[in-house]
């Protein structure tokens, strides 16, 4: 019998591509957009700058940067048909599932659908960029029982969001942190979603298929969802005096503290480390709700690390700290995640986009440890 091949499980530690997109040091806790820190990219850029550095590989000039917002702008609007999808189906369905159908029958209104050019692909990238926010804030906006809000050109990416989502102009403390977590939640290399993205893509499917995998790979707690499961922690947790009793008790019972650990880092998550500085300011004048989990967020976060950070090398991750920033926005739990989704939606088109310039279908082997050449038995005979 020969040798036996490695499993990879879960494909830990396994190089599937190559790419410019993204770098992410897990080592050192660093983490680079086309070669920009992404500290350097959450100070000084927006959304819409960011994701068109994802897409285009190069930080837009003024007029670049005008051109692709403006077209942003123009995909805004939502066709009536989905709009109706989502006011038929919100507070019965998962946020997620309901932005998943919708994203998904966004490609019933593109006739470029099937036209594979880089392109006609860079085009439709715009549209789920637009339009899967506007997705979003209605889903969010028909969970409260507000109807479609219509875009509003005059406003910037995440304005519009929370415009849309809200039904009135946001004051730039909702913009802020919206804001930052767009971008920080844009890109990050060949995580499960994108990973998801590429293998449905691989097969020559079209970038909404693509996506639409990708957005189901992103629902999963180990994934994209641990923003809600973190902030549903503390909610449960409720005085800060109870964090420590709470979360040893979890590690007691052997469950997973969400929005703690990652595949890649070992370290500190940059991400977590710009979102637990940006909760810090606004501790001078915090809402009663936002300093209680400011609260529970950092003695959660002391004790994780005591615990388990230099010797396991589980520190906070992205989604620890993003439930406390969002309810200081105003932004309902269940929302979290498709936003998460709508920010990805860039990096996710980059991947597909670069990955399609050298396309190889993703098809890995499994061990097979089942029988062979068993004896078919007909029905009445088992
Ligand atoms: N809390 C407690 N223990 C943990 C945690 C955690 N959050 N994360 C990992 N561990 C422990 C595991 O129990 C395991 O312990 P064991 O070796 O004694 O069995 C060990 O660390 C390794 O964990 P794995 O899950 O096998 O490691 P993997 O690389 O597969 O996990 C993952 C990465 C899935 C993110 C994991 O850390 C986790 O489940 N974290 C909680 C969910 C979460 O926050 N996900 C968001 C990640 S960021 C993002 O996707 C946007």
Not at 81 to 107: F, H
Not at 214 to 233: C, Q, V, Y
Request: aromatic share 8%; proline share 5%.
């Amino acid at each position: 019998m020969g040798e036996l091949p490695e499993i990879h499980k879960g494909l830990d530690g396994v190089y599937v591509s190559e790419s410019t997109i993204c770098k992410v040091d897990g080592t050192a806790g660093r983490l680079y957009y086309r070669g920009y820190p992404i500290d350097d990219i959450a100070k000084n850029s927006n959304y819409e700058e960011a994701a068109y550095l994802l897409l285009n590989g190069k930080l837009p000039n003024g007029a670049e940067l005008e051109d692709f917002s403006s077209k942003l702008k123009a995909e805004r609007e939502l066709p009536d048909k989905i709009i109706n999808i989502i006011t038929e189906s919100a507070g019965k369905s998962d946020p997620m599932d309901i932005l998943r159908t919708a994203v998904s029958y966004l490609s019933i209104y593109d006739n470029d659908t099937k036209t594979q050019t880089k392109e006609a692909n860079l085009k439709k990238a715009i549209k789920l960029i637009a339009k899967t926010s506007s997705i979003v804030a209605t889903i969010g906006a028909a969970m409260e029982g507000r109807s479609y809000t219509k875009p509003d050109s005059s406003l910037g990416h995440s304005e519009n969001f929370i415009y849309m989502l809200k039904g009135k102009k946001p004051t730039p403390d909702e913009v802020k942190p919206v804001e930052m977590m767009f971008i920080l939640q844009a890109e990050h290399s060949t995580n499960a979603s994108t990973f998801a993205t590429l293998v449905a893509g691989s097969t020559l499917a079209d970038l909404y298929s693509a996506v639409t995998a990708g957005i189901s790979a992103l629902k999963g707690p180990l994934h994209g969802g641990a923003d809600e499961e973190a902030l549903r922690m503390m909610e449960a947790i409720g005085d800060p005096s109870n964090t420590e009793a709470y979360i040893n008790d979890a590690l007691a019972g052997k469950k997973k503290i969400m929005g703690f650990g990652h595949r890649v880092y070992k370290a500190y998550d940059p991400r977590a480390k710009i979102i637990k500085g940006y909760l810090l300011t606004l501790q001078q004048n915090p809402s009663a709700e936002v300093k209680r989990l400011t609260e529970i967020a950092l003695r959660g976060e002391k004790l994780m690390i005591d615990k388990l950070g230099q010797t396991h090398g589980i520190w906070p991750n992205v989604d620890f700290f993003a439930g406390p920033v969002y309810v200081s926005a105003g932004i309902k739990v269940d929302l979290f995640t498709p936003l998460f989704a709508a920010s990805r939606m860039a990096g996710w088109c980059a991947h597909m986009i670069e990955y399609w310039e050298d396309n190889k279908l993703i098809r890995p082997l499994e061990l097979y440890k089942g029988e062979i050449d068993k004896k078919y038995v007909p029905i009445n005979d088992r």
